[in-house]
C-alpha cells in the first residue's frame, strides 16, 4: 500500500546533496547541513519522568531550568546544537503502581504541557503532523506527548478518548506488563497476543487519529496489531532483533510487514537493546542482584561483588546504533525507519551521551554512503507521513463510526 507524502517530506527530499567525502569533518558538515533543512524527530524522550523523580525537587519545573545544562541528557541549549525539530516526550507511569495510574499518568501530561509553555521561545506544544514544519520555520521544536503503557486508561476507552483531547498522540499498549487485554513483551502470554477488547483499543485509536505503538508489546501483539490497524502503526523506541535477540526488539518477520502498513520503526539508543553484549552482562547482574531492591545498599554490594566477578559493563556505540537503523532500512525499507534516544537519565552509548549529538549519527550514515533522501526519511519525513496518514484515517473513520462503546469481557459492539 503507498501513502501520499506529506509536504514536509518533499520539502525534506528536495534537498540532495551528494554523498559527503569520507573525511569525518566533512561528514559532521554534511549531516549538519542536512539537519539545518529537513525536520528532525525523535520518538521517545523520558524528561517528564526524569523531572518527577528529580530527587531534591520532584515535579519542580522551576528547578529543573531546561535554560541551564541540566545534570542528564536534555536541555535547551543541547536540543539547538542536535538540530531537533520535533519531540515525542513520553508521559510515562509505571505499570507497577499499585493503583493510581489514571492521577499519575494525569500528572505527567500536565507536567509535560507546563512545560512546553514555560519555554515559549524554544518549544510549541503539537498535535498535529503538519505542526512540525511549522515549529521548525519558527525556530522552535514541535513538542508532541506519547503516552508510555495502556494501563493508564484503566479498561475504558473514555479514558483513551480524553487523553486525546488532552493531546496524546501515541500509545503504548503496554510496558513491562501483561494487562487485561494485551501481552508485554517482558511479561506473560495470557492472551496469545490481544484479546478482543485490545482489537477494539487499536480500532479506537485509528478512529482518535493516535498512533498504535508497538515498542513493549509481544511478537504476537506486533502482528495482529497488523492485522486489525488501518493507519500506519509505530515502534517508539526500539530496535532490531536479529542484531540483539533482547524480547523489546523487533523480528524480522514483522520489519517486513512495515511497508504495506506503511508505520516507522523508531530506532532507540538503549545499550541493553543495542548491544548482546551489554545485554548479557546486565542480565547476569539481575541474576546476582535478584531479591535486592534497586538502588538498596544490598543491590550495591551484589553489584560491585558481580563487577569484581565478571568485569565493568561493556560499552555500546554510536556504531551499534547505525548498524541497527541499516538493518531495519534493509529489511523493513528506508521509508519506514526513524530514530529514538530514549533519554532518561542512564548510561547511553558512546558517542551518543545526549541530546546534543544527532549529528554525529547522520555523519556516520554519511560516512556510510547513504544519500540525502534516506537520511531525510529517517530523520522525520517517515514519521511525518505517517501521522498525516493517521490523520486522513481518522477523518474518514469518524464519519463512518461513532466512538466505541466496547468494555473488557464484553460482547458490545465496536460503536453504537
Request: charged content about 20%.
Amino acid at each position: 500500500m503507498k501513502h501520499r507524502s506529506a509536504p514536509v517530506l518533499a520539502m525534506a527530499l528536495a534537498f540532495c546533496l551528494p554523498p559527503a567525502a569520507a573525511a569525518p569533518d566533512a561528514a559532521l558538515h554534511h549531516a549538519r547541513a542536512l539537519l539545518d533543512k529537513v525536520p528532525l524527530v525523535d520518538g521517545h524522550n523520558d524528561l517528564p519522568w526524569t523531572i518527577r523523580e528529580d530527587a531534591a525537587h520532584p515535579m519542580d519545573l522551576e528547578h529543573y531550568d531546561l535554560r541551564q545544562r541540566t545534570p542528564h541528557e536534555t536541555d535547551l541549549a543541547r536540543l539547538k546544537q542536535g538540530k531537533l525539530a520535533a519531540q515525542f516526550w513520553s508521559v510515562y507511569v509505571p505499570g507497577e503502581l499499585k493503583g493510581g495510574w489514571a492521577v499519575a499518568q494525569l500528572e505527567q501530561i500536565d507536567l509535560a504541557r507546563r512545560m512546553i509553555a514555560k519555554y515559549p521561545e524554544s518549544l510549541v506544544l503539537a498535535t498535529r503532523s503538519s505542526d512540525i514544519a511549522k515549529a521548525k520555520r519558527a525556530g522552535k521544536i514541535a513538542s508532541f506527548i506519547g503516552m508510555e503503557g495502556g494501563h493508564v486508561i484503566e479498561n475504558s476507552l473514555g479514558a483513551l478518548r480524553a487523553y486525546y483531547a488532552l493531546g496524546a498522540r501515541y500509545m503504548t499498549l503496554t510496558h513491562n506488563s501483561t494487562l487485561d487485554w494485551v501481552d508485554a513483551a517482558l511479561g506473560e502470554r495470557r492472551h496469545g497476543g490481544l484479546s478482543p477488547f485490545g482489537k477494539e483499543v487499536v480500532r479506537e485509536m485509528n478512529r482518535l487519529g493516535m498512533l498504535v505503538d508497538l515498542s513493549h508489546v509481544s511478537p504476537e501483539v506486533m502482528h495482529q496489531a497488523l492485522d486489525t490497524s488501518a493507519a500506519p502503526v509505530i515502534f517508539s523506541h526500539s530496535s532490531a532483533r536479529a542484531l540483539n535477540d533482547h524480547p523489546r526488539n523487533v523480528p524480522d518477520d514483522v520489519l517486513r510487514r512495515m511497508a504495506a502498513n506503511g508505520g516507522v520503526v523508531m530506532v532507540t539508543f538503549v545499550p541493553t537493546f543495542i548491544s548482546p553484549q551489554v545485554a548479557a552482562w546486565r542480565k547476569g547482574l539481575m541474576q546476582a542482584a535478584a531479591g535486592a531492591e534497586p538502588d538498596s545498599p544490598e543491590f550495591k554490594q551484589r553489584e560491585a561483588d558481580y563487577v569484581a566477578k565478571a568485569g565493568p559493563a561493556p560499552k555500546a556505540t554510536l556504531a551499534m546504533v547505525a548498524d541497527h537503523i541499516e538493518h531495519v532500512a534493509r529489511v523493513a525499507g528506508h521509508a519506514h525507519v526513524g530514530i529514538a534516544g530514549d533519554y532518561y537519565g542512564a548510561t547511553n552509548p558512546e558517542g551518543l551521551e545526549d541530546v546534543s549529538t544527532y549529528p554525529a549519527l547522520f555523519a556516520e550514515l554519511v560516512r556510510r554512503g547513504w544519500h540525502d533522501a534516506d537520511l531525510a526519511r529517517l530523520a522525520g519525513g517517515n514519521l511525518v507521513r505517517a501521522l498525516a496518514r493517521a490523520e486522513q484515517v481518522a477523518a474518514r473513520l469518524q464519519k463512518e463510526r461513532k466512538p466505541s462503546l466496547a468494555r473488557v469481557g464484553a460482547s458490545a459492539p465496536h460503536s453504537p
